[in-house]
């Protein structure tokens, strides 16, 4: 039982390994997350109802897992052809499709559910009075910026 227990979260720790190796590798991966986070704060001060954050959380979560299969897949040719092959290049472009079409599908999602002119002047208006919301995004977007590309080697 304890071998199973371990076992178990063993499981657990290298798929969080493995997201980890992402956002330090892939700024692809960083972008969609910070975008996330800023899709999700937005559709929180919308007051979405459950049911459309549900549909956003699943084109989001459906977005990062893509980038994760892109990019096991991207090692997995690499590791099998190290010297360039047509079919290796396929098999990344491919990939890279999948997430492409992935976000284009979630910016649809989330246009949809998130054009709300009247919420959306009235949240920019109370942004634009207030200078503690307009320094704490302006600090908010910097620290993005450095997470998206201040990670890279």
């Not at 390994?17 to 590798?25: D, P, S, V």
């Not at 099998?80 to 079409?101: E, M, Y």
């Amino acid at each position: 039982m304890k071998k199973r227990l371990r076992s178990f979260a063993d499981s657990f720790r290298w798929a969080g390994q493995g997201i980890l190796l992402c956002i330090r590798n892939e700024r692809n991966f960083r972008i969609h997350l910070v975008m996330a986070f800023y899709v999700v704060v937005l559709a929180a001060l919308l007051k979405l109802d459950g049911l459309h954050f549900a549909a956003l959380s699943i084109t989001i979560g459906n977005v990062l897992v893509t980038e994760l299969l892109n990019t096991a897949i991207e090692a997995v040719v690499d590791l099998a052809s190290p010297q360039k092959h047509p079919l290796a290049k396929t098999a990344k472009d491919v990939a890279a499709g999948a997430v492409l079409i992935s976000a284009i599908v979630s910016v649809s999602v989330g246009i949809f559910l998130l054009w709300q002119p009247e919420k959306l002047l009235a949240l920019a208006g109370g942004f634009l009075a207030s200078p503690f919301l307009i320094i704490l995004l302006a600090v908010s977007a910097a620290l993005s910026l450095w997470f998206i590309f201040g990670l890279e080697k």
